[in-house]
T-cell receptor, first 120, second 113 residues
């Protein structure tokens, strides 16, 4: 399967524990996005990377959240000292962006299946 | 990015066309209309996008009004597998390329046998 993969698919943790999620994007995609989705709502943007550089972070990404993409391939999202309000689906997406002289080439975002986090 | 308004839910008979409306009355000239859908327990899936002209691909057609203040996504022959939440998103392309998507609550489409 050459789509976006996320692990684990489900995570149950106790309040105060740290959790880490992993996202493996489509191999040739240089952009990687993290979103969060709570029940009944659409996904909300958290942060995105181009290669290993983190280019944008939303206000939703509190100090307890940290994302990395050390080699420009897979990415991890860590939540420290989890709270019950962190319970959500965490979605990863990837896309390809290329800046050419006189133009740009980019594809749409392809999403993974998500990691469902439950904080007890 | 401009705000969009969609009905909360819609039903469609299997085999019939599903027409999903979206209002985006504050859309700017450089903003595109995008549609994604999310089937239960899956990540969102890109469907189609357009700027001014009507667009068609293997999944759907997108009809944008001349004043660009509203649009309609058409699934020509809905199947049970098209049951999903459909999101209409208005989005500007920056010079830096793809921007993060801003999702609303979408329309929950139920295709009925």
């Amino acid at each position: 399967d050459t789509g976006v993969s996320q692990n684990p698919r489900h995570k149950i943790t106790k309040r105060g524990q740290n959790v880490t999620f992993r996202c493996d994007p489509i191999s040739e995609h240089n952009r990687l996005y993290w979103y969060r989705q709570t029940l009944g709502q659409g996904p909300e943007f958290l942060t995105y990377f181009q290669n290993e550089a983190q280019l944008e972070k939303s206000r939703l990404l509190s100090d307890r959240f940290s994302a990395e993409r050390p080699k420009g391939s897979f990415s991890t999202l860590e939540i420290q000292r989890t709270e019950q309000g962190d319970s959500a689906m965490y979605l990863c997406a990837s896309s390809f962006y290329l800046s050419l002289a006189g133009g740009r080439t980019y594809n749409e975002q392809f999403f993974g299946p998500g990691t469902r986090l439950t904080v007890l | 990015d401009a705000k969009t308004t969609q009905p909360t839910s819609m039903d469609c008979a299997e085999g019939r066309a599903a027409n999903l409306p979206c209002n985006h009355s504050t859309i700017s000239g450089n903003e595109y209309v995008y549609w994604y859908r999310q089937i239960h327990s899956q990540g969102p899936q890109y469907i189609i996008h357009g700027l001014k002209n009507n667009e068609t691909n293997e999944m759907a057609s997108l009809i944008i009004t001349e004043d660009r203040k509203s649009s309609t996504l058409i699934l020509p022959h809905a199947t049970l597998r098209d049951t999903a939440v459909y999101y209409c998103i208005v989005r500007v392309f920056r010079n830096s390329g793809n921007t993060p998507l801003v999702f609303g609550k979408g329309t929950r489409l139920s295709v009925i046998a």
